[in-house]
T-cell receptor
Framework: QQQVKQSPQSLIVQKGGIPIINCAYE??????FPWYQQFPGKGPALLIA?????SEKKEGRFTISFNKSAKQFSLHIMDSQPGDSATYFC????????????FGTGTLLAVQP | DAGITQSPRHKVTETGTPVTLRCHQT?????MYWYRQDPGHGLRLIHY???????DKGEVSDGYSVSRSKTEDFLLTLESATSSQTSVYFC???????????FGPGTRLTVL
């Protein structure tokens, strides 16, 4: 079963646009929600993460919006650049020391110059 | 890469042969994980370790075994490889205030 649903599967935006990637989860016990960025041939790199006690978190051009009641969270990339072209994964976990992550299926983002 | 190396980086093998992938870390992290990445599935947890000789199953553990005899090394073994185990395998460690996971560079395994 897929506990974290991610959309869209792929996304094309123009440079300077604001791509938005959405994720929805089912398990209300999840309390840690990271986003990873992956370039071809590389391992996923942690981008930004949020816990459900806040509704928004910003780090540089990357923002997570979190809606606890809807069980949804999203990644916004402000002023997107061609260098942001990558695959993005959302994930969720119960947190704690073990922190076993459940990943979404990924979104391939292309930012055109 | 949080001091994580994986070996080999690429491997081609035949169905039925045993395969061992190695994950090595240099920063003495307690928690280590093995994931596989497949198109349309994201990353899925195979096994994880919470200390030397302490391991547990993840979401897709069938056909895989692991061992951790030293803090720095976490081995993933496919006892008898099958074509369905063709994938990219990532090792990760857990570190930081929020137990964030950091991933190694991956091993691309092809089972013919």
């Amino acid at each position: 079963q897929q506990q974290v649903k991610q959309s869209p599967q792929s996304l094309i935006v123009q440079k300077g646009g604001i791509p938005i990637i959405n994720c929805a989860y089912e398990n209300t016990a999840f309390d840690y929600f990271p986003w990873y960025q992956q370039f071809p041939g590389k391992g996923p790199a942690l981008l930004i993460a949020i816990r459900p006690d806040v509704s928004e978190k910003k780090e540089g051009r990357f923002t997570i919006s979190f809606n606890k009641s809807a069980k949804q969270f999203s990644l916004h990339i402000m002023d997107s650049q061609p260098g942001d072209s990558a695959t993005y994964f959302c994930a969720a976990s119960h947190g704690g020391a073990t922190n076993k992550l459940i990943f979404g299926t990924g979104t391939l983002l292309a930012v055109q110059p | 890469d949080a001091g994580i190396t994986q070996s080999p980086r690429h491997k081609v093998t035949e169905t039925g042969t045993p395969v061992t992938l190695r994950c090595h870390q240099t920063e003495n992290h307690r928690y280590m994980y093995w994931y596989r990445q497949d198109p349309g599935h994201g990353l899925r947890l195979i096994h994880y370790s919470y200390g030397v000789k302490d391991t547990d199953k993840g979401e897709v553990s069938d056909g895989y075994s692991v061992s951790r005899s030293k803090t720095e090394d976490f081995l993933l073994t496919l006892e008898s490889a099958t074509s369905s185990q063709t994938s990219v395998y990532f090792c990760a460690i857990s570190a930081g205030q929020n137990n964030e996971q950091f991933f190694g560079p991956g091993t691309r395994l092809t089972v013919l």
